[in-house]
């Protein structure tokens, strides 16, 4: 189903009609979709993130896609990652969220809890693919680390 637009040229003494009340029924529909709209991965074993001077993909697995109905887009990361002077970031449909060379979230720790949460706003209606990427000399991110997307 999709959304349909609710009528709202409404007469006083109207009576809603079969069809009427069927479109805002499908509209609830379409609004707890719309909620569903939810993707994660969560590891299951160590990653070796490639050691990179850019930023490139961590792992097939923290490719995420949605198809959204359009509007904000809740991304959230959290995982412990080994290794100095690592920068992880998140690609969305091809353009980094972060702004510069240090990406969403930077560490210089040798074994540290690493964790974000980040709003995209106004994405579009249709589907849209979220990457985890990283870029660092040769960092670990450990298992059970958890990324996802979800419409909000």
Do not use: C
Request: aromatic letters at 6%; charged letters at 20%.
């Amino acid at each position: 189903m999709a959304w349909t637009t609710p009528k709202t040229d409404w007469e006083v003494g109207e009576l809603m009609r079969s069809g009427a009340m069927n479109a805002v029924g499908e509209n609830l529909v379409e609004l707890g979709r719309v909620r569903n709209a939810v993707a994660a991965h969560t590891t299951t074993a160590d990653i070796a993130i490639a050691n990179s001077r850019t930023f490139v993909d961590i792992h097939s697995n923290l490719n995420l896609t949605i198809t959204t109905a359009g509007g904000d887009v809740m991304v959230h990361f959290h995982g412990v990652v080994v290794n100095k002077q690592f920068r992880i970031d998140v690609e969305v449909d091809g353009t980094r969220l972060g702004q510069d060379e240090y990406g969403l979230r930077r560490g210089d720790v040798n074994h540290e809890l690493v964790s974000f949460t980040h709003l995209v706003q106004n994405l579009s209606a249709g589907s849209h693919t979220f990457k985890l990427q990283g870029r660092n000399h040769a960092t670990t991110l450990r298992s059970h680390a958890q990324f996802w997307v979800r419409e909000i």
